[in-house]
């Protein structure tokens, strides 16, 4: 089998105690707009991750960026609602600070802005 992917839950937040050994990938994609907080106590979800890292390990994900970009009216109306009822906490969350707090943790960092949506990979 080519791909073996294994599912883990833990908290993002914290660091965990999971009995893992290095992986060569991990993907946090529609996470980080869900996490409480500004982009750099998000990112600290990345250092608990670190444990799992070796150098080669591939960080890849997408989230929903809150400001700096320009959603339509229906988009605009989802992201109020949802940041209202605390399923998004992303209404500061923009692409120069999700880039800035990648770069700072990796060498290689390519990010990609599809409308409100910041796809990235650092490796």
Do not use: W
């Not at 990345?46 to 994900?61: A, E, N, Q, S, W």
């Not at 009822?85 to 692409?95: E, I, K, M």
């Amino acid at each position: 089998m080519r791909y073996q992917p294994l599912l883990c839950q833990a908290n993002l937040l914290a660091p965990t105690a999971i009995d893992l050994e290095p992986v060569d990938s991990i993907g946090l994609t529609y996470v980080l707009h869900c996490l409480p907080g500004r982009m750099p106590e998000k990112l600290k979800a990345i250092d608990h991750l670190r444990p799992f890292m070796h150098g080669g390990t591939v960080l890849f994900g997408a989230t929903i960026l809150g400001c700096g970009i320009a959603p339509n009216r229906a988009a605009r109306a989802l992201l109020d609602l949802y940041n209202g009822r605390g399923v998004f906490s992303n209404s500061a969350d923009n692409l120069e600070g999700l880039e800035a707090g990648l770069r700072q943790r990796f060498a290689t960092v390519e990010i990609e802005l599809q409308g409100c949506v910041a796809l990235f990979r650092a490796v």
